[in-house]
């Protein structure tokens, strides 16, 4: 007897999840002392167009759209999207930390404050088309930590932003591997 697939059934498991994180521990979270200018640019790490935010919600969705045909893919993002919450959390407790304030509203240098929106998400239909939104997201998340990094003189919030763009690289090696397996089906 065929055993046949029922098309309106998502049977794939997503138990076992791991993040897609370098296995070397992250420095304490901890900042040399209270900074509003800092904790607004981690703001906009937090929460901007270019964000952990962002990146996370793009990941989820992608992941939920891909589950049912292609489980294998989805699981390579959602354990993308979850060292992304982790990102968002050690973020969201800098901020914290540096006298920041938590309530979704990145706020830029040149005195604009903006709400996370759903807006700022980009979702292709293809596969393909979002393995490579993703690659572009997570270089322009690394150019950004990286002109973050230059902007402040806090050892301690400039060694997590270090430790948090060698897990973005990382994901840019995984999605360039599941880039080329997406183009060879």
């Known amino acids: 007897m065929e055993n046949k697939r029922n098309p309106l059934v998502n049977d794939c498991s997503m138990a076992g999840i791991k993040p897609a994180m370098l296995e070397f521990p992250y420095p304490p979270l901890q900042v040399q002392c209270r900074n509003q200018s800092y904790a607004d640019l981690l703001s906009v790490d937090y929460c901007g167009s270019v964000s952990e935010l962002s990146a996370l919600t793009q990941y989820i969705n992608n992941e939920s759209r891909l589950s049912g045909k292609h489980c294998r893919w989805a699981r390579t993002l959602l354990e993308i999207a979850v060292a992304e919450m ?19 509203t990145a706020r830029y240098q040149n005195g ?74």
């Open 86 to 104: 982790m990102h968002l959390q050690k973020l969201g407790q800098l901020i914290c930390l540096l006298g920041g304030e938590l309530d979704y």
């Open 112 to 185: 604009r404050h903006c709400l996370w929106t759903p807006e700022y998400l980009e979702l292709p239909c293809r596969a393909s088309e979002m393995i490579l939104t993703a690659i572009e997201g997570e270089r322009a998340a690394i150019k950004q930590y990286k002109a973050h990094m230059g902007k402040m003189e806090d050892a301690c919030v400039n060694a997590v932003l270090a430790r948090i763009i060698k897990d973005e690289e990382y994901h840019i090696l995984i999605l360039q591997a599941l880039m080329d397996e997406v183009n060879t089906e």
